[in-house]
């Protein structure tokens, strides 16, 4: 199995982004998939999640109403749009697969991505 991620890069407040994440080596609709972001020393932390289907999604507080997870089933691919950035955004972000029911624990995930660097300047 293979998670890769990309899109992201470095820009400013207020700026956009879009992460992709294209799976392999798997039946991307039988899982679940989530957005997980980490910054140097602490925790990996939820972002967004989306069901397999694609109709219900979550996000965490901080990023509600600026980021949306949609994903692609045709395409194995699952998206991050990211508006409205500020720099505390700025984090290594993480697409990781799940098989089961729970979406906010990075312990629900089997499979993750390499993650790419998003970083954004005040």
């Known amino acids: 199995v293979q998670l890769q991620a990309s899109g992201g890069g470095l820009v400013q407040a207020g700026g956009s982004l879009r992460l992709s994440c294209a799976a392999s080596g798997l039946i991307f609709s039988w899982y679940g998939m989530g957005w997980f972001r980490q910054t140097p020393g602490k925790e990996r932390e939820f972002v967004a999640s989306i069901a397999r289907s694609g109709h219900n999604t979550d996000y965490a507080d901080p990023v509600k109403s600026r980021f949306t997870i949609s994903r692609d089933n045709a395409k194995n691919t699952v998206y991050l749009q990211m508006n409205s950035l500020k720099p505390e955004d700025t984090a290594t972000y993480y697409c990781?697969?799940?098989?089961?029911?729970?979406?906010?624990?990075?312990?629900?995930?089997?499979?993750w991505g390499q993650g790419t660097q998003v970083t954004v300047s005040s």
């Open positions: 990781a697969a799940r098989s089961g029911g729970g979406r906010y624990s990075p312990n629900e995930y089997t499979y």
